[in-house]
């Protein structure tokens, strides 16, 4: 369903043509990495002023093969369904809620999970893992945060954007896809409704990228398809 979509294709552009000049112009991992993420420095942190949520827990990118994914116009339902929402990469991956600094192993190599807060409303996967000294194409991106309700909070949907292919799960159900090679656009994939429970409940997302540039937003509108309030996110204690 494609509900509410605000195209921030102003914001997309500056951020893509940002991104480009990091990569290519200056080659400074750190500085780019910098420019788009800082540590969380609280427990709790509220979405931002139109709800997305900006707290994540990211694992370092699980490099595809290249007979796998050779280009993004292979990410069709079937090929996103078969190789992200239904394939094992790590043990218990869509139950296990990660601590910061946790390590998984993917076809012998040893991948870590960050805490990162996103210094915008979009969470830039391209230069979480140009940051991290990690391959940013070809790879498999997951990542997961807690969304804490004081109550529960029925006729909710998840909405959310990517580049490329993606999946979403709330409390360990499927609940959106995007499919094809795809630019970010916010709420370009919105949930039926649903309800959180009081308290925490997970978030959980895997997204696909081949060439170019690659990030994802997320945000919960309320029973009125308005940004969804009075929630915070958190992940956990984070190393120091």
């Given at each position: 369903m494609k509900l509410l979509r605000r195209h921030y294709t102003f914001v997309l552009v500056v951020l893509a043509g940002t991104a480009l000049a990091m990569a290519v112009g200056t080659g400074n991992a750190a500085s780019g990495f910098a420019s788009f993420f800082t540590r969380p420095a609280s427990p709790t942190k509220a979405p931002d002023a139109d709800g997305f949520l900006q707290r994540w827990l990211l694992?370092?990118?699980?490099?595809?093969?290249?007979?796998?994914?050779?280009?993004?116009?292979?990410?069709?339902?079937?090929?996103?369904?078969?190789?992200?929402?239904?394939?094992?990469?790590?043990?218990?991956?869509?139950?296990v809620v990660p601590k910061d600094g946790d390590k998984v192993t993917v076809d012998g190599a040893e991948l870590r999970w960050h805490a990162v807060d996103s210094t915008d409303f979009n969470v830039n996967l391209y230069h979480f893992a140009l940051g991290v000294n990690k391959p940013a194409l070809n790879v498999l991106f997951w990542g997961v945060t807690i969304v804490n309700c004081p109550q529960e909070i029925r006729n909710v949907r998840l909405a959310v954007g990517s580049n490329s292919a993606s999946v979403w799960w709330v409390n360990g159900k499927e609940v959106v896809d995007l499919y094809i090679d795809r630019h970010m656009v916010v709420d370009d994939g919105v949930s039926k409704r649903l309800t959180l429970n009081k308290g925490p409940n997970i978030v959980r997302c895997a997204v696909i990228n081949s060439p170019g540039l690659s990030n994802m937003c997320a945000r919960f509108l309320d029973a009125e398809d308005k940004p969804l309030k009075g929630i915070t996110v958190s992940v956990g204690e984070v190393r120091k």
């Open positions: 694992l370092e990118p699980i490099v595809l093969p290249r007979t796998l994914l050779s280009n993004n116009a292979q990410l069709t339902d079937s090929f996103v369904q078969a190789n992200v929402a239904k394939k094992e990469y790590f043990p218990n991956q869509l139950s």
